[in-house]
Every structure is written in structure tokens, then in C-alpha cells.
């Protein structure tokens, strides 16, 4: 059950494909709840985008992702700021001036 929320998102993401091949780009479409209930959530292609640059999952609303795919947004947020940390590190120091 776990791996629910995980294979709804690949369905979502599969609708977008279909959805940006489509004639009908503009319109809503229906992609599923990610929390695991099976319903489905109207949304354009612009409001699923939105949903995914800010790192939300699509839901019913009043309806809250599983503990799994809060979890898994939390290490995906962890790990890109893990990596610009990292790079501003490398930055400072390509930068600094040897001590003599």
C-alpha cells in the first residue's frame, strides 16, 4: 500500500504527457488523488505544473497525502538543498584567496 501514492503520481505524470500532446492542451483534466482513495481532482495542465514546482502532491481538497509521500517529499526537499548547499560551498571556495 505504500507504494500507492508513488504509482498514482506516475499515472499523473503520464496524463500530463497525454495532456501536452493534446489538442485540447487548454481544458482540465483529471488526474487521480494521490493519497491513495481512487478519486479524481479537475485540474489544466497550468495547475498541475503549479502543484509540482511547488512541490504539492495532487489531492482531493480536505484530503492529506499519505504519511509515505510526505515522507518522500521531505527527503526530495532535503536532498536538493544537501546539493545547493554543496555548490555555494564549492563557490565560496573557488573564490577565496589562498593563506600566505
Known amino acids: ?8 503520481a ?10 501536452e500532446r493534446s489538442a485540447e492542451r487548454a481544458s482540465d483534466w483529471e488526474f487521480m488523488c494521490e ?9 489544466s495542465l497550468e495547475e498541475y505544473e503549479e502543484l509540482l514546482a511547488k512541490g504539492f502532491p495532487v489531492v482531493v481538497p480536505g484530503h492529506r497525502p499519505s ?8 527527503r526530495e526537499d532535503a536532498a536538493a538543498l544537501r546539493a545547493q548547499a554543496g555548490h ?13
Open 35 to 43: 493519497c491513495g482513495c481512487g478519486d479524481r481532482v479537475r485540474l
Open 88 to 100: 555555494q560551498v564549492a563557490r565560496a571556495l573557488r573564490g577565496r584567496k589562498p593563506r600566505t
Open 67 to 74: 504519511a509515505t509521500a510526505r515522507a518522500r517529499a521531505l
Open 10 to 19: 506516475d499515472v499523473n505524470a503520464r496524463i500530463r504527457e497525454i495532456a
Open 1 to 8: 500500500m505504500d507504494e500507492l501514492p508513488s504509482l498514482v
